[in-house]
T-cell receptor, first 113, second 110 residues
Framework: DAGVTQSPTHLIKTRGQQVTLRCSPI?????VSWYQQVLGQGPQFIFQ???????GRGNFPDRFSARQFPNYSSELNVNALLLGDSALYLC????????????FGPGTRLTVT | QKEVEQNSGPLSVPEGAIASLNCTYSDRGSQSFFWYRQYSGKSPELIMFIYSNGDKEDGRFTAQLNKASQYVSLLIRDSQPSDSATYLC??????????FGGGTRVLVKP
């Protein structure tokens, strides 16, 4: 089975622009979580979606939003980009909203200039 | 105080030795704990998880949990150069939110 896929792999944006990141979970997994990992730090939780509903939100500004589609894929949107948004954005897939195992995709490296 | 704390390292270990990694957490609501390995430039890879006090072994890896002391550890036996990576400790309370520590960098020297 294919693992978690994310697109694009790399992205360069300018301050003030908007970006959309995409994630497809492992087949059979219905929950997707998004994390931001700044260089040298551990990942920080942004959102969790399960069955198209938001189940959790981390301490991120309203510039960050997400949604989940009927096929369980997900998008993360970030508006009005700041330099500090430069990070690796990780998507994690799990079977349910409370599964122990979460599997990460390869990530999207976002650079804001 | 960070919710999950790890020594950033690097932890230098000779090949074949045991690497011992430690993690402390402050949220007593955390019910399960996870160890992820992350190679430079790659995404985290789940090694194992533990939710009961005591030890849990999986191959060369042993996780230990002490909820009274709010302490989690990971032992890597017979360390190999391929084990050189950053090891992330994470705790989970309700739902699927993982709270990560900053990671410990491990260097296994041949």
């Amino acid at each position: 089975d294919a693992g978690v896929t994310q697109s694009p792999t790399h992205l360069i944006k300018t301050r003030g622009q908007q970006v959309t990141l995409r994630c497809s979970p492992i087949s059979g997994h219905k929950s997707v979580s998004w994390y931001q990992q700044v260089l040298g730090q551990g990942p920080q939780f942004i959102f969790q979606y399960y069955e198209k509903e938001e189940r959790g939100r981390g301490n991120f500004p309203d510039r960050f939003s997400a949604r989940q589609f009927p096929n369980y894929s997900s998008e993360l949107n970030v508006n009005a980009l700041l330099l500090g948004d430069s990070a690796l954005y990780l998507c994690a897939s799990s079977r349910t909203s409370a599964s122990y195992e979460q599997y990460f995709g390869p990530g999207t490296r976002l650079t804001v200039t | 105080q960070k919710e999950v704390e790890q020594n950033s390292g690097p932890l230098s270990v000779p090949e074949g030795a045991i690497a011992s990694l430690n993690c402390t957490y402050s949220d007593r609501g955390s019910q399960s704990f996870f160890w992820y390995r992350q190679y430079s430039g790659k995404s985290p890879e789940l090694i194992m998880f533990i939710y009961s006090n005591g030890d849990k072994e999986d191959g060369r890896f042993t996780a230990q949990l002490n909820k009274a002391s709010q302490y989690v550890s990971l032992l890597i036996r017979d360390s190999q150069p391929s084990d050189s990576a950053t090891y992330l400790c994470a705790g989970k309370a309700a739902g699927n939110k993982l709270t990560f520590g900053g990671g410990t960098r491990v260097l296994v020297k041949p």
